[in-house]
């Protein structure tokens, strides 16, 4: 668990200081920029795409089929985004938003585990609250097709990324802790599923069972 959660924080750091690059790209040379990222997302797309069609052949029949239709809408999407780089902009916030969502929620469960432990963890619940906000304008916002709209998902990215940063190295310092709260939740997990007596109740019920055979046996005779 500990390992996990080190592990969590530490990539949620370095997608953080990306996220601060990548947003002073959009706000400061906004067009160029998603231009940029779009060119680069269709060839990922590409590349999946046929890297997936020339492993789909050694791959079992009962996944052939699945691999090859995967591969070929990866291809089909890289070229589209080629075709079509306005595509992006309307991806990028959504799949930004969700993730925001997503790993600030997870920073807030972490934060808040803090709050019987630590007195400082009311920053880090402030910090991961403030990345779901993020997420949440992605979504919501409507983002059209001008320069201005971009610099605003630059800007919202920034908010983001120094507000995970920080949250993440916050939570950081109270790694151990976290650890063994979450190791404590899953010991009562477990504890709760075999409740004290339950094998006892399993045998008391086998024994009747076969007392009853028994009895059923004796009439028969």
């Known amino acids: 668990m500990l390992k996990m959660i080190k592990n969590f924080l530490n990539i949620s750091m370095a997608t953080?200081?990306?996220?601060?690059?990548?947003?002073l790209c959009f706000v400061i040379a906004p067009g160029a920029s998603?231009?940029?990222?779009?060119?680069?997302?269709?060839?990922?797309?590409?590349?999946?795409?046929?890297?997936?069609?020339?492993s789909a052949f050694?791959?079992?029949?009962?996944?052939?089929?699945?691999?090859?239709?995967?591969?070929?809408?990866?291809?089909?999407?890289?070229?589209?985004?080629?075709?079509n780089p306005g595509i992006v902009k309307t991806m990028v916030p959504v799949a930004l938003g969700i993730y925001f969502i997503v790993s600030?929620?997870?920073?807030?469960r972490y934060s808040y585990a803090l709050k019987n432990t630590s007195e400082q963890?009311?920053?880090?619940?402030?910090?991961?609250?403030l990345s779901v906000v993020c997420g949440i304008i992605m979504l919501s916002a409507p983002f059209a097709f001008a320069d201005a709209m971009v610099v605003v998902i630059g800007v919202?990215?920034?908010?983001?990324?120094?507000?995970?940063?920080?949250?993440?190295?916050?939570?950081?310092?109270?790694?151990?802790?976290?650890?063994?709260?979450f190791e404590e939740q899953k010991k009562w997990a477990k504890g709760m599923r075999k409740k004290p007596g339950a094998k006892k109740d399993v045998k008391k019920i086998q024994e009747a069972e076969v007392v009853e055979k028994d009895e059923k046996g004796k009439k028969e005779k």
């Open 34 to 54: 998603f231009d940029v990222v779009s060119r680069i997302i269709a060839v990922v797309f590409i590349a999946f795409g046929v890297f997936g069609l020339f």
């Open 58 to 83: 050694s791959s079992s029949m009962l996944t052939f089929s699945l691999s090859v239709s995967v591969a070929v809408l990866a291809v089909i999407g890289g070229i589209a985004i080629f075709a």
């Open 16 to 23: 953080s200081l990306a996220f601060v690059v990548l947003g």
């Open 104 to 108: 600030g929620l997870i920073k807030v």
């Open 121 to 129: 963890w009311k920053m880090p619940f402030v910090a991961a609250v």
């Open 156 to 181: 919202v990215m920034i908010v983001y990324a120094l507000s995970d940063f920080a949250n993440a190295m916050l939570l950081r310092r109270d790694v151990d802790t976290l650890s063994n709260f």
